[in-house]
């Protein structure tokens, strides 16, 4: 048995360093805490990236994961599997979406989502030049595909070419959009709330101003709820707040409450057009184990009433943090929706987040100068008040 010290020096030696960890082991989690192999306790407002929004050792989730263990973990998608059609009969019914596809990351989704559109234009004209319009300062995931959608320059650079005939539109610019669209135009894409990018929710007027282009021009409207979605913004996905429907709505991250899983969806109508026998696969995507993961969430969700919860401590976290923007002249402002939450600062948030962590709280940044909120979705409000008491006091520092 390796101390604390020792496991980060053997990582360093051998994970490839594509991540600068922060220096802690992380060993258990217990409902919104965490703790490192030292012993050291965090209240987790991260949750591993939005994932555990259901908290660490919920007794009927880890409980289904080893039923299923003991029966089957893995198939293949040759057959069928009780838990993968439960899961998807129930994320379909959540997500008023008709079609399944379930994958084994954001990314991965993503990919999905991308063949879908240029399969539903090439359809419908027999061609291979379509176009697809995404978002700068966007974030769709690492994979080429997801990579060349994903609107900074910074992660494509090293690795072009990218995927051709990406376009990048500015979000809440629908005039940036129809200077862009054209015949071979074939879906716009983006994400309802931009996460990585810095916490910055798409506006009602321009969604709607999207759905109404696409619907008129049968372009695919497609929304990443990959962070947003599952709950986080207040409603199951963020675009339900303001029911402009997508095409194609991706979704990870919460999905499986921190088993390794995604999906793309799709409706009836652009399902019809799209992906066919033979046009896409994937060998883990949807098993057994991961389909139970899933499963369990969604029947969590609805059993714990997890919407109406997130709704309630929203506006207790919003008026602290508005409070706390007040306060604080380096805090620019507030921004996001539900418990998916960013501080703009007006220096990087780098180092706000290290002194977080000797105080006991885990937060992490989204750009360079957003200090970004994800709790698990079952935090409280006495938690909440935790949080601030820590935050505080890593700003004093
Ligand atoms: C995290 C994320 C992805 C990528 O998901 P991975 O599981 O890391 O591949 C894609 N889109 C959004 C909006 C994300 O937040």
Not at 117 to 141: L, P, V
Not at 182 to 201: D, F, H, M, R
Request: net charge negative.
């Amino acid at each position: 048995m390796f101390t604390q010290k020792q496991y980060i020096e053997e990582g360093e030696k051998v994970l490839l360093h594509t991540y600068n960890r922060y220096k802690i082991v992380l060993d258990r989690g217990e409902g919104v805490y965490l703790f490192d192999l030292d012993g050291k306790k965090y209240l987790d407002f991260a949750s591993g990236i939005g994932v555990f929004a259901l908290g660490y050792q919920n007794e009927e989730f880890n409980n289904a994961l080893k039923d299923q263990i003991d029966k089957l973990i893995h198939t293949s998608n040759y057959y069928y599997n009780i838990p993968a059609v439960e899961a998807a009969k129930k994320l379909a019914k959540v997500s008023t979406m008709d079609r399944v596809f379930f994958t084994n990351s954001g990314a991965e989704a993503i990919e999905g989502a991308i063949k879908a559109a240029r399969k539903y234009a090439y359809s419908k004209d027999g061609m291979t030049d379509h176009e697809i319009i995404a978002m700068e300062n966007s974030f769709h995931g690492r994979s080429m595909g997801a990579l060349s959608v994903t609107g900074n320059p910074k992660y494509q650079e090293a690795f072009r070419p990218m995927i051709g005939n990406v376009k990048f539109a500015k979000i809440n610019n629908i005039h940036s959009i129809k200077e862009l669209i054209n015949s071979k135009t074939c879906a716009i894409l983006l994400e309802t709330v931009q996460g990585e990018g810095g916490i910055i929710p798409a506006e009602k007027e321009f969604l709607m101003g999207i759905k109404e282009i696409c619907d008129k021009q049968d372009i695919l409207f497609i929304l990443d709820e990959i962070q947003c979605g599952m709950g986080r913004c207040g409603h199951m996905f963020a675009w339900q707040e303001y029911g402009v429907k997508p095409d194609i709505m991706t979704c990870a991250k919460a999905l499986g409450g921190g088993i390794p899983v995604g999906a793309f969806l799709m409706t009836e109508k652009t399902a019809k057009s799209s992906l066919t026998t033979g046009d896409h696969g994937t060998t883990y995507g949807g098993n057994p184990l991961a389909s139970a993961g899933v499963n369990k969430v969604l029947e969590l969700f609805e059993k714990n009433d997890m919407i109406s919860h997130v709704r309630k401590v929203t506006g207790y976290l919003e008026q602290r943090l508005n409070q706390l923007v007040e306060e604080h002249d380096f805090i620019l402002m507030k921004r996001g929706k539900g418990l998916m939450q960013g501080l703009v600062l007006n220096k990087e948030a780098g180092p706000v987040i290290e002194k977080a962590m000797e105080e006991g709280l885990i937060v992490i940044s989204a750009g360079t100068n957003v200090l970004r909120l994800l709790p698990p979705l079952i935090i409280n409000e006495e938690q909440i008040d935790e949080m601030f008491e820590k935050l505080k006091r890593a700003f004093a520092q």
